[in-house]
């Protein structure tokens, strides 16, 4: 074919190993030696039926003999049945064309257009040794699994063609492939073809010659014009031929694969024959013509080497620079190996090419093993990524890690070594380059299998490749800290699940599907802060990564799961499933998250609130998270495990941010409107009035008093607490010494603080601020503070009670026995009281009655052990009175004795008791407590 060559780098007709039948084991065992035998017997014997022929040579021995008998006696061998069905059809493909181009010289006599004066054996032996140099002169161009290499034969041909009879154009044309062939070793199969091919090439580029042309023609133009034509059409005929060969063995190709082949056949056919007709015009000049041919020859042989090579340079300078502009910026690891490694095969003419990247640390000197990351692309231009680990055995690639010693491996090495490793990989050849030690990195970068049979991997290749990886190296180096970069903005540094940012992009792509709802899952730990406070955060932190982890165990691959912060997880679920089968799934990674967590400190178990939102028809991200945000609060108040997002849940929202605002205008310019009640407080014992508990109400303009536990929590929640406390406490100071100043009987009030109150360093001021402003004597304030608001932070917490005791005021311990055991910190305590919960009260005389007395009974003792005054709210019934009576219980508050009553109603309660017995009041001097 005029400059096309076919070289199918993984022939599908390489035989295939098996035993067909036992008494042909032998056979099988040296089937490839049998075959190469008889195809280049079968060869020989043609070259010599074509040599002894008659005065007109006939080439139909020379090609039909080993194409013919040769695919016969294989059949008889048992050696057909192995090839693969591509295979076969290439041999019937050979066969074909071998058998026309047969014909095509048989009956085709004509002279040649130009004659000349050489003796036919001197120009065939000129013919000949051209064509033989010609396939030395290669262009390769590949793509796939394949090697198309034009060469300069189109030269030898149109001087063939013009001057020489068409079976001598055919012989010569089989003559001088087939020895560069035999001694470039390429596989019979594609001897095969390829002669086939030529010897078809070299008949009907001849006889559409002689018949357009006809005999003793011109040099003219149209001489000229002619052959270009006839030569580019025939070449383009044995071009799609390739492209068929290609076909068969595989599978489609793309419209850029066929013009890959087709554009540079033309254009190489077309100055080829060009150059040809004026080497023919010099030769008639006699011997300075053939001087200035033999002038050309060399001139056109060094400018082809030379733009090769700068052509290659300018490929590796070219992806050098590739290699450093693409390697900055570059957020994958992936991204920049598919690229940079294309681009490494494709210069190297490799099948394929591996990065290995080895994890952990090495030294130099000491074996690489262990886990290696691989990155890879083959013949399909795919990059594929895999981990792997390094094979001890592998003594080669060992050194390449250990020593970082580069290795040229050719396949016609004589190292037995090489050879050896060669032969066990499945390779060819191959050159491996170790990543420089400068970079940081361990691994190699290794190129397999150089296109093409005629040429191998060579020191300017070992050479361009380690000048390749060092800058892949630093490119490798300079991803991965932007990976690591990125991963640490997009995702948790303590549990490495994704944040905020990560959570809300990729809900943002989900609620863009048209066709899959999204759904959202918040998760809060319940009283995660008792973990902290009691074992420390390092146990916290400890705890978080396993819930993180088993989240991610107990979810399907879709989900993302994120930390929004502290204790908070979020859980997106792309395609939200049914009603029932989503309620499933919140239960199991409930009941996942709540198994025993085994530390050395301790044995916890994390339970969660969970907040269900399905994106029915919400189309913000912000709007999903605060419905499931909504809903986990939802689940809290109601002591679930888990709620789902309903529009009444926002109705209940809405109407408490309402609430809150008109109490943050209540406080701001209206603070008269929080007014004051008063329980009263009598000695259990003598019925004497002690005091009063002040509780707070809001005397709100259109929904008319709400009750503390209703705006109290909203003040908290939103910090208003520090505003609200300071208002409540000086109307209740105030109030207390209007009391204490008209009567020689003295009260004591008391009013609850906050958690938030308790940890405010500025409090003490402002009691000490209040009662001097007042004139109430410190010992007649009592302040109530939950276990909760001290066990928050006793650290915090503790110096602030101190100062407070400091002041004088008493100190009483709210809602004993429903928050925290903290048994251990009452002695610690500065406090001054104790008061029973309701709860256990109202248990007195019902089902609960035996747990109640038995409660009761243990707080009272302990109080009275560590000299304190026990206080019992919400007594109700004569029953709850006698029993508190009867276990020591101090001091009483309930319905039985008074609803709690504004000012003016308490005081004309207190006239209205005075003087009946059971109510007589006692100063605070004449009160004993055991």
């Not at 006939?58 to 194409?67: A, E, H, I």
């Not at 033989?132 to 699994?145: D, G, I, K, Q």
């Not at 020895?179 to 002669?195: E, G, H, M, P, W």
């Not at 919140?586 to 994106?615: K, M, N, R, Y």
């Amino acid at each position: 074919m005029v400059g096309s060559r076919i070289h199918l780098d993984v022939m599908d007709g390489r035989l295939m190993a098996g035993h067909r039948v036992d008494w042909r084991r032998l056979v099988d065992k040296y089937r490839p030696a049998i075959r190469a035998l008889v195809l280049r017997s079968l060869v020989l014997g043609a070259l010599v039926l074509g040599g002894l022929g008659q005065c007109r040579l006939d080439v139909s021995p020379l090609v039909l003999g080993p194409l013919v008998l040769g695919p016969l006696v294989l059949r008889y061998l048992g050696l057909a049945m192995t090839l693969a069905r591509p295979t076969v059809a290439t041999l019937a493909l050979s066969m074909a064309l071998a058998s026309a181009a047969g014909v095509f010289q048989w009956i085709n006599g004509a002279a040649p257009p130009v004659s000349t004066d050489l003796p036919e054996p001197l120009l065939l032996a000129t013919l000949c040794g051209l064509f033989f140099f010609a396939e030395h002169f290669l262009l390769n161009v590949e793509f796939r699994r394949q090697a198309h290499s034009l060469t300069l034969a189109g030269v030898p041909l149109v001087l063939a063609i013009l001057t020489a009879p068409t079976h001598t154009i055919v012989l010569v044309r089989v003559i001088g492939s087939l020895t560069a062939f035999v001694i470039q070793r390429i596989s019979l199969d594609k001897i095969a073809y390829n002669v086939s091919a030529y010897a078809f090439e070299a008949a009907v580029g001849s006889v559409v010659a002689r018949n357009i042309l006809g005999a003793h023609h011109r040099m003219d133009v149209y001489a000229l014009l002619a052959v270009i034509a006839i030569v580019a059409a025939v070449d383009q005929l044995m071009s799609c031929l390739v492209l068929l060969v290609i076909r068969l063995h595989n599978g489609p190709m793309t419209r850029r694969d066929v013009i890959t082949v087709l554009g540079p056949a033309a254009g190489l056919s077309a100055a080829s024959s060009c150059f040809a007709f004026i080497v023919l015009v010099l030769l008639e000049r006699g011997v300075i013509g053939v001087v200035l041919v033999a002038v050309l020859l060399a001139v056109q042989t060094a400018a082809y080497r030379s733009h090769s090579a700068t052509r290659r340079r300018h490929q590796a300078l070219t992806l050098v620079h590739n290699f450093v502009a693409d390697g900055v910026g570059t957020e994958s690891l992936e991204s920049l190996a598919a690229e940079l490694l294309r681009r490494i095969r494709e210069l190297l003419r490799a099948a394929h090419v591996e990065l290995v990247l080895l994890d952990g640390n090495h030294t130099v000197g000491v074996p690489a093993v262990g886990a290696a990351t691989v990155l890879a692309i083959g013949e399909d231009g795919k990059l594929t990524v895999s981990s792997r680990q390094v094979d001890p055995s592998d003594w080669l690639t060992i050194r390449v890690l250990s020593q970082e010693e580069s290795i040229l491996a050719r396949r016609d090495t004589k190292d037995a070594g090489l050879q050896r490793w060669l032969h066990r990989h499945g390779v060819r050849d191959a050159v491996i380059v170790p990543l420089p030690a400068s970079s940081g990195l361990i691994g190699a970068l290794s190129a397999t299998d150089r296109l093409g049979e005629l040429t191998s991997f060579t020191a300017d290749d070992l050479t361009l490749m380690e000048t390749l990886t060092g800058h892949l190296a630093v490119a490798v180096r300079s991803t991965r800290l932007l990976e690591k970069l990125a991963h640490e903005a997009t995702h948790d540094a303590l549990t490495g699940l994704a944040n905020r940012a990560f959570l809300t992009r990729r809900l943002a792509e989900a609620l863009t599907d048209s066709v899959h709802q999204p759904a959202v899952l918040l998760l809060d730990l319940d009283r995660f802060k008792e973990v902290n406070d009691a074992f420390g955060h390092d146990v916290g932190d400890r705890l978080l990564t396993v819930i993180a982890q088993r989240l991610h165990d107990c979810l399907p691959d879709s989900a993302t799961v994120a930390r929004l912060g502290g204790d908070e997880f979020a859980i997106l679920l792309p395609h939200a499933p049914s009603r029932d089968e989503l309620c499933r799934l919140v239960t199991a990674v409930g009941d996942h998250i709540s198994q025993p967590v085994h530390f050395e400190e301790a044995l916890l178990s994390a339970e969660a609130s969970i907040g269900v939102a399905i994106a029915a028809n919400t189309v913000h991200e912000q709007d999903l998270l605060r419905q499931a945000d909504t809903a986990m609060y939802d689940a809290k108040a109601h002591d679930q495990r888990y709620a789902l997002y309903t529009p009444d849940m926002d109705r209940g929202r809405a109407e408490r941010l309402a609430l809150l605002a008109d109490l943050r205008t209540a406080l701001k310019t209206a603070p008269d409107q929080i007014v004051l009640h008063y329980q009263p407080k009598i000695d259990i014992h003598t019925g004497a009035l002690v005091g009063a508990e002040a509780l707070a109400r809001w005397n709100h303009p259109t929904l008319g008093v709400i009750l503390p536990d209703r705006f109290i929590p909203l003040a908290e929640a939103a910090g208003l607490a520090d505003e609200l406390t300071p208002h409540v406490l000086r109307t209740a100071i105030q109030a207390a010494h209007r009391w204490n100043a008209t009567t020689t009987r003295p009260l004591d009030i008391a009013v609850n603080l906050s958690a938030r109150n308790v940890s405010n360093p500025g409090l003490p001021q402002l009691v000490k601020q209040l009662l001097e402003e007042s004139g109430l004597q410190p010992q007649h304030l009592i302040l109530e503070i939950t276990e909760s608001s001290i066990m928050a932070d006793t650290a915090q917490t503790l110096p602030i009670l101190n100062a407070l005791k400091s002041l004088g005021v008493s100190l009483a311990l709210d809602d004993f026995g429903t928050g925290y055991s903290s048994l251990s910190y009452l002695q610690k305590l500065p406090i001054d009281e104790i008061k029973i919960d309701r709860s256990f009260v109202s248990g007195l005389g019902g089902p609960e009655d035996v747990h109640s007395r038995a409660l009761i009974s243990s707080i009272t003792g302990l109080a009275l052990n560590l000299n304190l005054r026990v206080v019992a709210e919400g007594i109700e019934t004569d029953e709850h009175l006698t029993h508190l009576q009867h276990v020591g219980c101090h001091v009483g508050q309930g319905y039985l004795i008074s609803r709690p009553l504004n000012e003016a109603a308490f005081e004309a309660w207190t006239l209205k008791h005075a003087d009946r017995k059971q109510l007589r009041l006692v100063s605070h001097s004449q009160r004993a407590y055991a």
